[in-house]
């Protein structure tokens, strides 16, 4: 089975920094794509980085620059680390995968989704 768990949301200033981790179980990352999403309230989910398994990664063009995605494959998990943090960066963030390995930030490519973490950014 094959499941994810987000940690590392919390309050954090205006051009502060957190580290998101996603713990997956049930799959590897040698097979699947991994990707971090986010829901502000009102708003639709959106895709902000993605990592496929040959090391290709995409960003949104609103993160790029300010967030890096990558993996420990030993532990088999996935990181985002976020920089320069913005209040329009506030949201829940999802971690998402899925098999197959092209990169994409669109919601319908992955069936695997962990249960979010609030990251909260203070002006």
């Known amino acids: 089975e094959v499941q994810l768990v987000e940690a590392g949301g919390g309050l954090v200033q205006a051009g502060g920094s957190l580290r998101l981790s996603c713990a997956a179980s049930?799959?590897?990352?040698?097979?699947?794509?991994v990707a971090w999403f986010r829901q502000a309230p009102g708003k639709e989910r959106e895709g902000v980085s993605c990592?496929?398994?040959?090391?290709?990664?995409r960003y949104a063009h609103s993160v790029k620059g300010r967030f890096t995605i990558s993996s420990d494959n030993a532990k088999n998990t996935v990181y985002l680390y976020m920089n320069s943090l913005k209040p329009e960066d506030t949201a829940v963030y999802y971690c998402?995968?899925?098999?197959?390995?092209?990169?994409?930030?669109?919601?319908?490519?992955?069936?695997?989704w962990g249960q979010g973490t609030q990251v909260t950014v203070s002006s």
């Open positions: 998402a995968a899925d098999r197959g390995d092209w990169p994409s930030l669109s919601v319908g490519r992955y069936d695997y």
């Open positions: 990592l496929t398994s040959d090391g290709s990664t």
């Open positions: 049930g799959f590897t990352f040698d097979d699947y794509a």
